[in-house]
Protein backbone atom coordinates (compact mmCIF):
# COMPACT_ATOMS: atom_id res chain seq x y z
CA UNK A 1 0.00 0.00 0.00
CA UNK A 2 1.21 3.65 -0.65
CA UNK A 3 0.35 7.38 -1.95
CA UNK A 4 -1.35 6.97 -5.33
CA UNK A 5 -2.17 9.46 -7.44
CA UNK A 6 -5.83 9.06 -8.57
CA UNK A 7 -7.47 12.20 -9.79
CA UNK A 8 -5.60 14.67 -11.35
CA UNK A 9 -6.12 18.14 -11.05
CA UNK A 10 -8.24 18.68 -14.31
CA UNK A 11 -10.93 16.05 -13.22
CA UNK A 12 -11.08 17.39 -9.94
CA UNK A 13 -11.72 21.15 -11.04
CA UNK A 14 -14.15 19.30 -13.29
CA UNK A 15 -15.56 17.78 -10.42
CA UNK A 16 -16.24 21.02 -8.52
CA UNK A 17 -17.11 23.30 -10.89
CA UNK A 18 -19.42 20.79 -12.57
CA UNK A 19 -21.26 20.46 -8.59
CA UNK A 20 -21.88 24.19 -8.49
CA UNK A 21 -23.38 24.69 -12.21
CA UNK A 22 -25.41 22.27 -11.52
CA UNK A 23 -26.80 23.57 -7.83
CA UNK A 24 -26.37 26.73 -9.63
CA UNK A 25 -28.75 26.06 -12.58
CA UNK A 26 -31.43 24.27 -10.30
CA UNK A 27 -31.89 27.11 -7.89
CA UNK A 28 -32.04 29.93 -10.74
CA UNK A 29 -34.62 27.80 -12.97
CA UNK A 30 -36.81 27.53 -8.89
CA UNK A 31 -36.34 31.19 -8.94
CA UNK A 32 -37.35 31.94 -12.49
CA UNK A 33 -37.96 35.30 -13.62
CA UNK A 34 -34.52 37.62 -14.00
CA UNK A 35 -32.74 34.45 -12.47
CA UNK A 36 -33.01 32.54 -15.28
CA UNK A 37 -30.45 34.42 -17.33
CA UNK A 38 -27.95 32.99 -14.93
CA UNK A 39 -29.70 29.66 -15.54
CA UNK A 40 -28.56 30.06 -18.88
CA UNK A 41 -24.92 31.03 -17.60
CA UNK A 42 -24.66 28.02 -15.93
CA UNK A 43 -25.98 25.82 -18.62
CA UNK A 44 -23.12 26.84 -21.09
CA UNK A 45 -20.57 26.91 -18.43
CA UNK A 46 -21.93 22.50 -18.08
CA UNK A 47 -21.61 22.77 -22.09
CA UNK A 48 -17.64 23.57 -21.89
CA UNK A 49 -17.30 21.33 -19.01
CA UNK A 50 -18.85 18.63 -20.51
CA UNK A 51 -16.82 18.67 -23.83
CA UNK A 52 -13.91 19.38 -21.99
CA UNK A 53 -14.50 15.98 -19.45
CA UNK A 54 -15.31 14.01 -22.92
CA UNK A 55 -12.06 15.15 -24.37
CA UNK A 56 -10.56 14.73 -20.94
CA UNK A 57 -11.46 10.85 -20.85
CA UNK A 58 -9.50 9.88 -23.93
CA UNK A 59 -6.22 12.15 -23.65
CA UNK A 60 -6.43 12.61 -19.88
CA UNK A 61 -4.46 10.61 -17.08
CA UNK A 62 -4.87 6.86 -16.14
CA UNK A 63 -8.16 7.16 -14.24
CA UNK A 64 -9.86 9.67 -15.79
CA UNK A 65 -9.57 7.93 -19.06
CA UNK A 66 -12.91 6.05 -20.18
CA UNK A 67 -10.83 3.31 -20.91
CA UNK A 68 -9.85 2.45 -17.49
CA UNK A 69 -13.43 2.61 -15.65
CA UNK A 70 -15.92 1.61 -18.37
CA UNK A 71 -16.33 -2.13 -18.72
CA UNK A 72 -18.97 -4.79 -19.86
CA UNK A 73 -21.72 -6.52 -18.02
CA UNK A 74 -19.33 -8.88 -17.05
CA UNK A 75 -17.22 -6.73 -14.90
CA UNK A 76 -20.06 -5.93 -13.41
CA UNK A 77 -21.29 -8.94 -12.49
CA UNK A 78 -17.60 -9.80 -10.90
CA UNK A 79 -17.77 -6.24 -9.49
CA UNK A 80 -21.16 -7.13 -7.70
CA UNK A 81 -19.58 -11.00 -6.87
CA UNK A 82 -16.51 -9.02 -4.96
CA UNK A 83 -14.46 -10.20 -7.20
CA UNK A 84 -13.42 -6.50 -8.64
CA UNK A 85 -10.62 -4.92 -7.54
CA UNK A 86 -9.37 -1.76 -8.17
CA UNK A 87 -8.29 2.09 -8.03
CA UNK A 88 -10.66 5.10 -9.33
CA UNK A 89 -14.41 4.19 -10.93
CA UNK A 90 -15.44 0.74 -9.59
CA UNK A 91 -18.10 -1.10 -12.41
CA UNK A 92 -20.55 0.82 -11.04
CA UNK A 93 -19.80 4.23 -10.50
CA UNK A 94 -18.89 3.62 -13.92
CA UNK A 95 -22.26 3.28 -14.90
CA UNK A 96 -23.43 6.47 -12.75
CA UNK A 97 -20.56 8.47 -14.36
CA UNK A 98 -22.03 7.74 -17.95
CA UNK A 99 -26.03 8.04 -16.88
CA UNK A 100 -25.14 11.58 -15.21
CA UNK A 101 -22.93 12.74 -18.37
CA UNK A 102 -25.67 11.59 -20.61
CA UNK A 103 -28.40 12.85 -18.78
CA UNK A 104 -26.50 16.24 -18.13
CA UNK A 105 -25.63 16.46 -22.36
CA UNK A 106 -29.47 15.94 -23.13
CA UNK A 107 -30.22 18.87 -21.13
CA UNK A 108 -28.20 21.63 -21.89
CA UNK A 109 -28.56 20.67 -25.50
CA UNK A 110 -32.19 20.81 -25.12
CA UNK A 111 -31.85 24.13 -23.23
CA UNK A 112 -29.72 26.02 -26.12
CA UNK A 113 -33.08 25.81 -27.88
CA UNK A 114 -35.22 26.04 -25.11
CA UNK A 115 -37.89 29.60 -24.16
CA UNK A 116 -40.01 30.18 -21.26
CA UNK A 117 -42.94 31.87 -23.06
CA UNK A 118 -42.08 34.64 -21.56
CA UNK A 119 -38.37 36.77 -21.12
CA UNK A 120 -35.91 33.76 -21.69
CA UNK A 121 -34.85 32.08 -24.75
CA UNK A 122 -32.26 30.04 -25.07
CA UNK A 123 -28.77 30.96 -27.01
CA UNK A 124 -29.89 29.07 -30.40
CA UNK A 125 -33.33 29.82 -30.24
CA UNK A 126 -33.12 31.72 -33.39
CA UNK A 127 -31.84 28.74 -35.58
CA UNK A 128 -35.18 26.67 -34.80
CA UNK A 129 -38.41 28.72 -34.09
CA UNK A 130 -41.34 28.54 -31.75
CA UNK A 131 -42.57 25.19 -32.27
CA UNK A 132 -39.31 23.21 -32.09
CA UNK A 133 -38.42 24.95 -29.02
CA UNK A 134 -41.51 24.10 -27.19
CA UNK A 135 -40.77 20.46 -28.31
CA UNK A 136 -37.72 20.44 -26.55
CA UNK A 137 -38.60 22.43 -23.91
CA UNK A 138 -40.63 19.57 -22.84
CA UNK A 139 -37.76 17.05 -23.17
CA UNK A 140 -35.65 19.49 -20.99
CA UNK A 141 -38.56 19.48 -18.16
CA UNK A 142 -39.17 15.46 -18.84
CA UNK A 143 -35.04 15.12 -18.08
CA UNK A 144 -34.81 17.26 -15.20
CA UNK A 145 -36.43 14.94 -12.78
CA UNK A 146 -33.55 12.22 -13.78
CA UNK A 147 -30.70 14.40 -12.96
CA UNK A 148 -32.06 15.23 -9.37
CA UNK A 149 -32.41 11.74 -8.92
CA UNK A 150 -28.66 10.87 -9.73
CA UNK A 151 -27.29 13.07 -7.75
CA UNK A 152 -29.31 11.60 -4.54
CA UNK A 153 -28.43 7.84 -5.55
CA UNK A 154 -24.65 9.45 -6.47
CA UNK A 155 -24.61 11.52 -2.46
CA UNK A 156 -26.17 7.93 -0.86
CA UNK A 157 -23.71 5.87 -2.76
CA UNK A 158 -20.98 7.72 -1.30
CA UNK A 159 -22.30 7.73 1.98
CA UNK A 160 -22.72 4.37 2.14
CA UNK A 161 -18.99 3.81 0.48
CA UNK A 162 -18.17 5.75 3.64
CA UNK A 163 -20.06 4.83 6.14
CA UNK A 164 -20.54 0.94 5.47
CA UNK A 165 -17.45 -0.17 3.40
CA UNK A 166 -14.92 2.29 5.38
CA UNK A 167 -13.65 3.86 1.87
CA UNK A 168 -12.52 7.21 1.29
CA UNK A 169 -13.75 9.16 -1.71
CA UNK A 170 -14.43 12.61 -0.90
CA UNK A 171 -10.70 13.94 0.06
CA UNK A 172 -9.66 12.08 -2.70
CA UNK A 173 -11.41 14.29 -5.10
CA UNK A 174 -10.08 17.24 -3.25
CA UNK A 175 -6.30 16.65 -2.80
CA UNK A 176 -6.09 14.07 -5.42
CA UNK A 177 -4.02 11.27 -3.45
CA UNK A 178 -5.01 8.27 -1.88
CA UNK A 179 -3.54 5.35 -0.32
CA UNK A 180 -3.59 2.08 -2.20
CA UNK A 181 -2.31 -0.89 -3.79
CA UNK A 182 -2.73 0.48 -7.78
CA UNK A 183 -0.39 2.83 -9.28
CA UNK A 184 -0.35 6.40 -9.58
CA UNK A 185 -1.88 8.31 -12.40
CA UNK A 186 -0.15 8.71 -15.84
CA UNK A 187 -0.84 10.79 -18.61
CA UNK A 188 -2.82 13.93 -19.72
CA UNK A 189 0.54 16.13 -19.73
CA UNK A 190 0.06 20.40 -20.77
CA UNK A 191 -0.36 19.67 -24.19
CA UNK A 192 -3.44 17.56 -23.97
CA UNK A 193 -4.65 20.05 -21.28
CA UNK A 194 -4.57 22.47 -23.91
CA UNK A 195 -6.05 20.67 -26.72
CA UNK A 196 -8.95 19.58 -24.33
CA UNK A 197 -9.48 23.03 -22.96
CA UNK A 198 -9.28 24.72 -26.64
CA UNK A 199 -12.32 22.15 -27.41
CA UNK A 200 -14.36 23.27 -24.60
CA UNK A 201 -13.73 27.16 -25.36
CA UNK A 202 -14.76 25.94 -28.86
CA UNK A 203 -18.07 24.68 -27.55
CA UNK A 204 -18.87 27.53 -25.16
CA UNK A 205 -18.56 29.97 -28.23
CA UNK A 206 -20.87 27.54 -30.91
CA UNK A 207 -23.68 26.81 -27.95
CA UNK A 208 -23.68 30.63 -26.97
CA UNK A 209 -25.07 31.85 -30.38
CA UNK A 210 -22.69 34.70 -30.61
CA UNK A 211 -21.93 33.65 -34.39
CA UNK A 212 -25.55 34.39 -35.27
CA UNK A 213 -25.94 37.00 -37.27
CA UNK A 214 -28.92 39.75 -35.69
CA UNK A 215 -31.55 40.10 -37.71
CA UNK A 216 -31.85 43.14 -40.11
CA UNK A 217 -34.00 45.60 -38.74
CA UNK A 218 -37.28 46.48 -40.42
CA UNK A 219 -37.28 48.21 -43.69
CA UNK A 220 -37.75 51.98 -42.82
CA UNK A 221 -41.78 53.01 -44.49
CA UNK A 222 -41.03 54.97 -47.51
CA UNK A 223 -44.75 56.15 -47.45
CA UNK A 224 -44.56 60.01 -46.27
CA UNK A 225 -47.14 60.78 -43.22
CA UNK A 226 -49.15 63.51 -43.70
Not at 76 to 83: D, E, I, M, N, T
Not at 184 to 198: C, P, Q, R, Y
Request: aromatic share 12%.
Amino acid sequence: MNRILIWDLPTRLFHWLLVLCVCGSFISAKIGGNAMVWHGRFGLVVVGLLVFRLVWGIVGSTYARFSQFVRGPATVVSYLRGQWHGEGHNPLGALSVLAMLGTLLLLVATGLFANDDIAFEGPLYALVGKEFSDRVVGIHRLVEPLIILLVVTHLAAIFYYVRFRKERLVMPMIRGWKVGAGETAKGGGAIALIFAMALALAAVYGASGAWIKAPPPPAANSTPDF
